[in-house]
């Protein structure tokens, strides 16, 4: 089985950092193919970031996979995504959340900067899990600020800690695709379920093509009518 997981910004580091956690979620059988987006701001933290990284997000997705991965917890372009890719495709905000849905009766999302937590706040209410979500907290840091970073860490650390002790959170999502290689300290560390929402998108995808499930292509999800494309985005026409 090939899973590609596409990280929808131009910053290489973060695709390791991406693969890595993807690969060690992954099973024996399951072969994992990181790719970068060849066309994309170098880290996505507001609407128009997203706006200019779906083209070559749905670029990568074109490309032949038995399933797919969007590895930004924006979950930019995942609608469109779907529309065109060969298998199921499975954004990692989406994934955490309802991972985390499994494994108490609350939780709370940790993200980078507090600009981004309108976009997470929309999601929860999209997939449904507004009862059980406690809070959308901000770390201050931004994406690409993460890697490397200990004070990055103290700074998620403490509002993991805040989300437990303070809002009730009964478990935790990490709310970008850059905190995937803290997930396992902070568990330790406070003693909730961290959930990494690349993981739980490569778990939650794989186990769709396991099942023999994918994309409907009735309503919603059919594929796009077939019409010319001008102009730099020539390429992604479908006729």
């Known amino acids: 089985m090939l899973i590609q997981v596409v990280n ?4 290489a580091a973060m695709t ?7 690969r060690a979620a992954a099973a024996p059988d399951v072969s994992v193919e990181a790719v970068t987006n060849a066309a994309a701001p170098v880290s996505i933290e507001s609407a128009y970031d997203e706006a200019l990284a779906v083209p070559g997000l749905l670029a ?11 590895a930004c917890f924006g979950d930019p372009g995942l ?4 529309e065109v890719a060969a ?3 499975v954004g990692i905000a989406e994934a955490a959340m309802r991972t985390a849905t499994y494994l108490g009766r609350s939780f709370s999302v940790v993200t980078t900067l507090a600009r981004t937590t309108g976009r997470t706040e929309e999601l929860v209410d999209r997939y449904g899990v507004r009862p059980l979500c406690r809070s959308v907290r901000a770390c201050e840091v931004p994406v690409l600020g993460l890697a490397g970073n200990p004070d990055a860490y103290r700074r998620v650390l403490a ?4 989300a437990v002790e303070c809002d009730g959170a009964e478990c935790l999502v990490l709310g970008c695709a850059g905190m995937a290689d803290l997930c396992a300290e902070l568990a330790a560390e406070l003693g909730v379920p ?14 769709l093509v396991r099942l023999g499930l994918s994309t409907s292509r009735v309503g919603g999800y059919a594929r796009p009518p077939a019409k010319p494309v001008t102009g730099p985005l ?6």
Do not use: M, Q
């Open 79 to 82: 609608d469109a995504a779907r």
């Open 8 to 11: 929808p910004n131009a910053t």
């Open 87 to 89: 298998g199921p495709v």
């Open 60 to 70: 990568a997705v074109r490309e032949p996979a038995d399933g797919y991965v969007v």
């Open 16 to 22: 390791d950092v991406i693969a890595a956690a993807a």
């Open 159 to 162: 509002e993991c800690r805040a």
């Open 194 to 207: 961290v959930v990494d929402g690349v993981a739980a998108a490569v778990a939650t995808v794989s186990g």
């Open 234 to 239: 020539a390429s992604l026409w479908l006729g």
